[in-house]
């Protein structure tokens, strides 16, 4: 499936994907009044930094998911074509996903007071199209590419 | 603290409304002009370090920012302009000659702009590119004179060597430490995809970039910088470089700070030492020894490589260029004195040597007048700007050209002309490791690879509105070109007439 | 003030035919003069010429000069000028015939020479070169004097008007040759001049040529390297000199010719590379050497040379041009009709691919009789 890749050679940290993926999930058409207006989603996207080393991190919809398998709500689940989605009807905040992602990727939404977490879903719930990580990505670090991967 | 002289040339204009103070500008300036002030809750901006690179503004999410030029305005003089007066403030302060970067900014001629080319119309159809083949193969180097004949009457298809260009544009001489090693592999690797050459400039080649020799032209240059037997070998042509149009007469200064390891192995000089070219090449103090050196490099490449030998425009290019012509050299590069460079005392850059279009077209004829234009090819640089730029050099008498500039701004360069501070925004111009990143070869030579086609499409265009299709045709056919508002002298130097005429 | 050819750059089109006897049968020049006629409205009444081959039997070993004077005194300059470097056989007026058609004509000359071998001796070039650069520097030096035609046994005879009315003004039905080649004229702007009327000749080489070379100033500033001067600043005179340069001077085949002056694409060249290497590196070898002389835009040119005729059009071919035989005779015309108005039952009609040179050599039955 397309997938989100990153490259930390050329992440350059300037964290414009976390921006680009708060607006593209808040339902706003103006991302200056999407912020200005509080109404950005937080990012599921996140850089992490360090030693001259910068790179992304988000769901990588693994192909046997742990996040999936250790939800307690049947919140969490996979979709035909490998998306792993949240409903956060279903949610209940036990944060059992985010103690099992072994990639840290799982966000406590802090937009719900933390009551229920919030992750990517590749932009396929919102208007962006793709994923606008890497739409917007200045440096082409984030990809959304097929590498044949299952 | 000592009083200022002069203002901040720019000013940062940054709207409120559509700040969303993401930080990215902050982020991504070395020069740390934008800050976040916690007390405000507000980004401010320190304008006097601004350089107008324009890479905040071009990664602002919300089109937030605006970098003009200061308005603030010391009284008018023509003679004594605000910037020479600024200039003479920066002397006063630091006591050194002034460094700049680029091309000149000066308002000189630009002839370019004032030459028109023709097209086809009733007596002689134009030919769509798109419908029927048209040709922008160019050889370059030497050729024969006449039809030489084997033993059997058979004809000897043999050549002295040369480089086959699927277009006839190269890039041109950008050395490694001038320009970071991502911009390099960029250039190296769009080279090789279009079939044609870039240029290793003064500081040797990168290990890493053997292996696209093949679309290589090493250069060898004062400094004799990373030159050495494996380097000759690894690059399709030899170059050497006698002048650079933007400093004719002095040789490349590549501060200490630019020399980190990589560039060090490289150029084979210790790490933070200047990187100094001589103004001449200390073997070379005249014509007979160049050829010397032609006939060196020869040798040491075994006669498989053609040998370019660059000059600087300057007054008498046309004897120079007949003199190396006459010297072995297979290909003359002649570059103009708007052309680019990555630091150059601003005196010399702007007010030594001259317009390339005017130096092409006096060797080009000189040559033929002698009759020993197929001596050698003639690449045109120095500030070609377009694909009417190509066209009219080729025009002109140019085999081929050699772009610089604008593959700098294919890979972000925004013209700020602050090279020679190292510390580029875009990750060209400098060796920092945090910059050097943010140019993405994969980015960098698509882009490239692009500009090189759009021209290429242009130049076809542009060559079957005038009914000829193939760029062979094109060479030296002045008949093509036209002056629109020229003396009759620039007109004559040129060898074209008068719009209208 | 119109400018003259030389003066400024003319482009016209036109038309062309021409007709050789593999066999060395005479033709009439009537033929020719026929044959161009249906072609009217191609030309537009400035400019018309022939060229024949074969015409001077008696006169074989000589060289014909047809000069055009303007002036006596320009008649006399040339002929002390012919006296001290040629011996001259025979020399009178070449006979017209006055027409309404065809007005303001120059004094018209015919000189049968050859070069004083201590002349040339002198001169250390050979004989041919010799004659060339006497032709050369008399109708540059020479103010009102034009030699157009300077072959041994073929003679060019053109003028300002319809190439039919030129025919009969020079009696052409009083010349029998092997070959005949024409043209007529359509210049958009013309002063005139007599001289820039074609077919356009050097030796025994001339060109009859319908099109307009988009690449005539860099052909024209290559050729000139060696040691041409084009005065006309017409295709026809550079295309002229081109086909001297590689033909007399580099002894190439005019099938090689074909292929430097219209080149095989590249995308052709590479499709040899696998299957006639040696032709591929060939060409190859001519488009990297010789691509100053691509000839591009249009053209469809007939060459005329002792013994043969050569027809080839661009590579794109962007000019209509027809071929067609009979028996010993082969037809060659910008459009079928003017073959067919003096060969009814022509067969073997064909129209040459661009860049296809079409070369037909007297035979050798052909060469007996008439070289």
Redesign the interface.
Known sequence: MKRVYVNEDWCLGCHLCEFYCGFANSGETDMAKAYKLDRAAAPRIRVEEGDGINFAVQCRHCTDPLCVKGCIAGALSKTKDGVIEINTDKCVGCYTCVLSCPYGCIVIDPKNNGRTITKCELCTRNSAGEPACAANCPNRAIVFEERGEA | MPVNFFPAEFEVVRNADKCIKCRACERQCSNEVHYYDADYDKMLSKDSSCVDCQRCVCLCPTGALKIRPNENAFRKSANYTQQLMIENYRQAGTGAVLLSSMGTPKDYPIYWDKILINASQVTNPSIDPLREPMETKVFLGKKPSGIKKNPDGSINTEMTPYLELNTPIMFSAMSYGSISKNAHESLARAATELGTYYNTGEGGLHKDFYKYGPNTIVQVASGRFGVFKDYLDAGAAIEIKMGQGAKPGIGGHLPGAKIREDVSKTRMIPMGTDAISPAPHHDIYSIEDLRQLIFSLKEASEYKKPVIVKIAAVHNVAAIASGIARSGADIIAIDGFRGGTGAAPTRIRDNVGIPIELALAAVDQRLRDEGIRNEVSIVAAGSVRSASDCVKAIALGADAVYIATPTLLAMGCHLCRSCHAGKCNWGIATQRPDLVKRLNPDVGAQRLVNLVHAWDHEIKEIMGGMGINSVESLRGNRLMLRGIGLSQKELDILGILHAGE | MLLKEGEI?I???CAISGLISRDGNRINGGEIVKSISYMHDRSNGLGGGFAGYGIYPEYKDYYAFHVFYNTNEARERTERFLDRHFDVINLSRIPTKKIPAIKNEPLIWRYFVNPLPTKIASSQLDEKEFVAKCVIRINNDIDGAYIFSSGKNMGVFKAVGFPEDVGEFYRLDEYDGYAWTSHGRYP?NTPGWWGGAHPFALLDYTIVHN?????????R??I???GYKCTLLTDTEVITYIFDWLNR????SLE?IASIIA?P???EIEGYEKSEPEKA??L??F??????L?????FSIILGYTGGIMALND??K?RSMVVAEKKDVVYIASEECAIRAICPDCGNVWSPRGGEPVIINLSEEGKRKCL
């Open positions: 750059r482009p016209s089109g958009t099109g307009e070379i988009s690449s005539y100033d860099a052909n500033r290559f000139e390297m060696y001077k580099q002894e190439l090689d080149a694409f590249w995308s590196a060939k190859k070898y488009r990297n050497s010789f691509s100053s691509l000839i591009t835009g249009p590579r794109l962007l």
